[in-house]
């Protein structure tokens, strides 16, 4: 059990604890300008998931494209997925489907 003042005490701990220099973190971007700097402070290498904004009939819906998302995990050297829900800085609310798909 680990507590923190903050995320971005809970993000340094989660990645230094977990990562090793080299490994990589996916990130979805947009993102909160915190991610890749904490990255970079452990020598961690981010990889970027694009979410994509829907049309403009479905103003405020986020989606992205899991087969971008399985290239980014699948070469063996990423070891944490950075994900909150409600996104920070969209506000997607990832469903049921899409958080299953990723796990």
Known sequence: ITLTL???EAVATALRTIGSPGDKV????PFHELYPSQCGIFYLDPVYVTLH???VEETG???Y???ELRGAIEDGKTKALILNTPHNPTGKVFTYE???SIV
Do not use: C, K, M, Q
């Open 53 to 55: 904004a829907s049309s």
């Open 61 to 63: 819906r986020w989606n």
């Open 98 to 100: 899409e958080l299953e």
């Open 65 to 67: 494209d899991y087969e």
């Open 6 to 8: 903050g995320a971005t």
């Open 26 to 29: 996916v990130i979805f971007e």
